[in-house]
């Protein structure tokens, strides 16, 4: 049984979004035994090794053969098992792209998929293993719930509730190793539910993934300027918590999506979709990718050059109130 | 029943399949439907449904059934009537196909339709499905059902159809069966210019398969095929002829996809009744 205790936070955030995936995975392992793991070679990358020695006969390496991976998934869930499948989230999204819609949208066989390193976590190889466009071809696809954990913890309690669901699901891990922590102790993780992680009342920034720890940076760096933040956490981007989004537009003077994907079609899309519907036309600031591809590099200077951190977020704020 | 009888009857059952297709393109008016690989695989359907396969038609998800999954999803019309046969759906359902709101579409869909365990069309992903299911029936110890994986020659230009197949050998699948309809065209003409696989039965033995090479259109000779067991996964690389049946359909890629005329309706349908 996973405890959510300080000591287990911080290790987990150490070990980065792989390791609390494997955590994860062995935990499943231990109490539901339909569960079956796969990957595409990446057995250790995805912090599997404990899992491979504990449980060999639970996982399927089927290779690189990415949309193999995915229909031999569709054939374990049609039988009764929970597959969860595994490679970098490019690879989840792009390159099966036509795999994923036929098997997980359209017959809607409980897949579930962990996109790893999504956004920049493997940008150190360049824009063909960078993910900047997932949540948009997840999001389009009809049937697929899209996941966007915050930080370690959050992406344990995503795959286990995930594991509890018939439904096909998309898990995008953002961060790198040593990954900020979000939360510090146990909280409520509810699929579909937003958290507000703190309360101001000027802005609101709607952040997802690795951009809620650069949002609660952000909004301690604008306080300084007297300037009040919300920070909610929109773990799931589909399906999107409307209420959460129109609350926060009720409650503030601008609201703010933050996210490590392009600024098409991604969060920022699904918010502006929530207000348009209701009718709400004022402009909403979007923090993300802007629709081009980063040069390869380290983590922090993909942030960095693509807007990301905390310290741009609070200048792009700062002149959208001014 | 004897031999003779037992082969009478499989004939008998593919002669009330070749009908129902032309009848079931007939029916769709000017839409058409994909004829030439729907009538290929008639024989190698009916020696499967008439009398091989496991199954249940009160009970479609009897955990003991065969798992047959048609990747080659666009002859779907050949897969509906052998349905029929093998008492799994009504006869009346057939007059439906590819009518608004009708189960039977143009490719399988998870509509609710007993028999079928997945939507296809997409080609090159069926064989896949197939190495999971024979991995799960493995996993529930079920030594008894075989996965039968109906592939297209055209379709296995597919590179994930290789990925697939190489992956149920490295598992050692005894019990998937894969069919290949070697009707020799594809949309845009004959394979062999298209996209020539040769050496096609040396590629299956390379990725660890063992292979059987029939006449797609000889009962005996599926039965036969059908009957193989061994270690490894069998491919069954059956050679038929596009559009078999019917003599101006025979080896003509028009009728991959058509429609048909009064005209050329009844010549069809005299043509099968003459060989009644």
Known sequence: MIEYNKRNIRTWSLLGPSGAHGTAVMELAETNPDVLILTADLCFFSGLERFKTAYPDKLYNVGIAEQNMIGVAAGLAKEGFIPFANTYASFCASRCADQVRVNMAYMGLPIKLIGLTAGYGAGVLGATHVSIEDISLMRALPNITVISPADCTEIIKAILAAAETSDPTYIRLTGPMNMPIVYKEDYNFAIGKAVTIQKGYDVAIIATGSMVAQAQKAAKLLEADGVKCSVINMHTIKPIDSDAILEANENHKLLVTAEEHNVIGGLYGAVAEVLCKEGVHKPVLSIGINDFFAHAGSYSYQLDISELTAESMKKKILSAIN | ?276
């Open chain 2, 1 to 276: 029943m004897t031999e003779i009888e037992l082969i009478t009857k499989y004939e008998d059952a593919a002669k009330r399949i070749r009908r129902h297709i032309i009848d079931m393109t007939y029916n769709t008016g000017k839409t058409g439907a994909h004829l030439g690989g729907s009538l290929s695989i008639v024989e190698l359907l009916a020696g499967l449904y008439a009398g091989e396969i496991r199954y249940h038609a009160d009970d479609p998800n009897w955990e003991g059934r065969d798992r047959v999954i048609l990747s080659k999803g666009h002859a779907a019309m050949a897969l509906y009537p052998a349905m029929v046969e093998a008492g799994i759906i009504n006869e009346a359902e057939l007059s439906t196909f590819k009518q608004d709101g009708s189960k039977l579409g143009g490719h399988p869909s998870l509509n609710g339709l007993p028999g079928i365990e997945f939507a296809s069309g997409s080609l090159g992903q069926g064989l896949s499905l197939g190495v999971g299911v024979c991995l799960a029936m493995k996993r529930k110890g079920n030594q008894d059902s075989r996965a039968f994986v109906f592939l297209g020659d055209g379709e296995c230009d597919e590179g994930s159809v290789w990925e697939a197949a190489a992956s149920a050998s490295h598992y050692g699948l005894s019990n998937l069966v894969v069919v290949v309809d070697m009707n020799g065209i594809q949309y845009d003409g004959y394979t062999t210019e298209v996209m020539d696989m040769a050496p096609f039965e040396k590629k299956w033995q390379d990725f660890g398969w063992n292979t059987i090479s029939i006449d797609g259109h000889n009962i005996e000779q599926i039965l036969e095929a059908f009957s193989q067991r061994g270690e490894k996964p069998i491919a069954i690389l059956a050679h038929t002829v596009k559009g078999k049946g019917v003599s101006f359909m025979e080896n003509n890629w028009r009728f991959h996809n058509a429609a048909l005329s009064k005209e050329q309706y009844e010549q069809a349908v005299g043509e099968l009744e003459a060989d009644k």
